[in-house]
T-cell receptor, first 111, second 112 residues
Framework: QKEVEQNSGPLSVPEGAIASLNCTYSDRVSQSFFWYRQYSGKSPELIMSIYSNGDKEDGRFTAQLNKASQYVSLLIRDSQPSDSATYLCAVKRSGNTPLVFGKGTRLSVIA | DTEVTQTPKHLVMGMTNKKSLKCEQHMGHRAMYWYKQKAKKPPELMFVYSYEKLSINESVPSRFSPECPNSSLLNLHLHALQPEDSALYLC???????????FGPGTRLLVL
């Protein structure tokens, strides 16, 4: 059973702080890694995708991938109350294979 | 543009009704997906269409019937649903089955 594990939270951070969201996966041949943000009652929205070891930055968001440790994280700098949402980690093998989601981490940014 | 549209936004149906959910994208994506999402759970894959052919069916009950009339459209036909089928139904698409998936806004379904 291929699994993606996330701490369900809630993770509470003060406004302006760095929020760190973590994800581990069991399938060693995973190739593609995604972070989606989902507001309550809305659909998942892609935040970041990452395919190679190391860091990838996009504005206030940084994704970090370590394939040896089977670990992917998302850092949100200068967290805002509008970042309060559930963050879903998703992992995929190559080819026509399903996207495997973690259960999501609920982030709460306190003003 | 990464827009996937879904209609209707909300649907209430009885257990004897037949209804359809519709999904559309005009990004030239050749893979389209149906997911079901219950509250506080991650999306659960139902079906994948790859180049207009059904490529993955995750053992979904036959009361759910997908259809892909062309590369831009994906339907989900619903018949004799149960109250436990009430959920958010999400459509997604990707340029190819290997690439990033983009989700539509979803259809909130309530089965009475």
């Amino acid at each position: 059973q291929k699994e993606v594990e996330q701490n369900s939270g809630p993770l509470s951070v003060p406004e302006g702080a760095i929020a760190s969201l973590n994800c581990t996966y069991s399938d060693r041949v995973s190739q593609s890694f995604f972070w989606y943000r989902q507001y309550s009652g809305k659909s998942p929205e892609l935040i970041m995708s990452i395919y190679s070891n190391g860091d990838k930055e996009d504005g206030r968001f940084t994704a970090q991938l370590n394939k040896a440790s089977q670990y992917v994280s998302l850092l949100i700098r200068d967290s805002q109350p509008s970042d309060s949402a559930t963050y879903l980690c998703a992992v995929k093998r190559s080819g026509n294979t399903p996207l495997v989601f973690g259960k999501g981490t609920r982030l709460s940014v306190i003003a | 543009d990464t827009e996937v549209t879904q209609t209707p936004k909300h649907l209430v149906m009885g257990m004897t009704n037949k209804k359809s959910l519709k999904c559309e994208q005009h990004m030239g994506h050749r893979a389209m997906y149906w997911y079901k999402q219950k509250a506080k759970k991650p999306p659960e894959l139902m079906f994948v269409y790859s180049y207009e052919k059904l490529s993955i069916n995750e053992s979904v009950p036959s009361r759910f019937s997908p259809e892909c009339p062309n590369s831009s459209l994906l339907n989900l036909h619903l018949h004799a649903l149960q109250p436990e089928d009430s959920a958010l139904y999400l459509c997604a698409s990707s340029r190819t089955p290997q690439e990033t998936q983009y989700f539509g806004p979803g259809t909130r379904l309530l089965v009475l």
